[in-house]
T-cell receptor
Framework: EAQVTQNPRYLITVTGKKLTVTCSQN?????MSWYRQDPGLGLRQIYY???????DKGDVPEGYKVSRKEKRNFPLILESPSPNQTSLYFC????????????FGNGTRLTVT | QQQVKQSPQSLIVQKGGISIINCAYE??????FPWYQQFPGKGPALLIA?????SEKKEGRFTISFNKSAKQFSLHIMDSQPGDSATYFC?????????????FGEGTQLTVNP
């Protein structure tokens, strides 16, 4: 089944404790992206990657890191999480053409206390 | 800066009624306008999309109306059903740029009462 898999689905952590949210897709998509969803703000892009070893900042990159060492994986790293990073996070992927549909994972709900 | 503004934030419709969600954009370079549907506990999924060379696109009960001069587009759900209850996001991007970012609206939570 074609899918984008995120782990974990739920995560509660404390301020400053490094964490990684994993994302993997099995559709051979070139483009991958991370979004955060907050009430009243919609989906805001954090980082995106056009292909292996190519990453770029989105609209809200501060406090986040990403890497794209393999085509299928695009982990999101929070090296020193803060409470304002409490949010619902989505990984998404698509083919290289901008009009290709984005395929989203089922989300990771992160709480930073 | 929110380049795509969406309204209303929430919408309650009776079964069989018409649901209308509106979006306005600022960047005249946008040329691809999709709508995404999100059910609780799931990620958004593409519902329908339009390019600005047409004023309307219909897929089943879902229709996008596009007004290029007003820089507005809207989603109409005819004969709304309880199963349509979800959050809807409009979005916009530039197709020509391969790395083009999809800019999303704020989202509309639709509830269809039986």
């Amino acid at each position: 089944e074609a899918q984008v898999t995120q782990n974990p689905r739920y995560l509660i952590t404390v301020t400053g404790k490094k964490l990684t949210v994993t994302c993997s897709q099995n559709m051979n998509h070139e483009y991958m992206s991370w979004y955060r969803q907050d009430p009243g703000l919609g989906l805001r892009q954090i980082y995106y990657s056009m292909n292996v070893e190519v990453t770029d900042k989105g609209d809200v990159p501060e406090g986040y890191k990403v890497s794209r060492k393999e085509k299928r994986n695009f982990p999101l790293i929070l090296e020193s999480p803060s409470p304002n990073q409490t949010s619902l996070y989505f990984c998404a992927s698509r083919y290289g053409t901008s009009s290709s549909p984005l395929h989203f994972g089922n989300g990771t709900r992160l709480t930073v206390t | 800066q929110q380049q795509v503004k969406q309204s209303p934030q929430s919408l309650i419709v009776q079964k069989g009624g018409i649901s209308i969600i509106n979006c306005a954009y600022e960047n005249t370079a946008f040329d691809y306008f999709p709508w995404y549907q999100q059910f609780p506990g799931k990620g958004p999924a593409l519902l329908i999309a339009i390019r600005p060379d047409v004023s309307e696109k219909k897929e089943g009960r879902f229709t996008i109306s596009f007004n290029k001069s007003a820089k507005q587009f809207s989603l109409h759900i005819m004969d709304s059903q309880p199963g349509d209850s979800a959050t809807y996001f409009c979005a916009a991007s530039r197709v020509e740029t391969s790395g083009s970012r999809l800019t999303f609206g704020e989202g509309t939570q639709l509830t269809v009462n039986p």
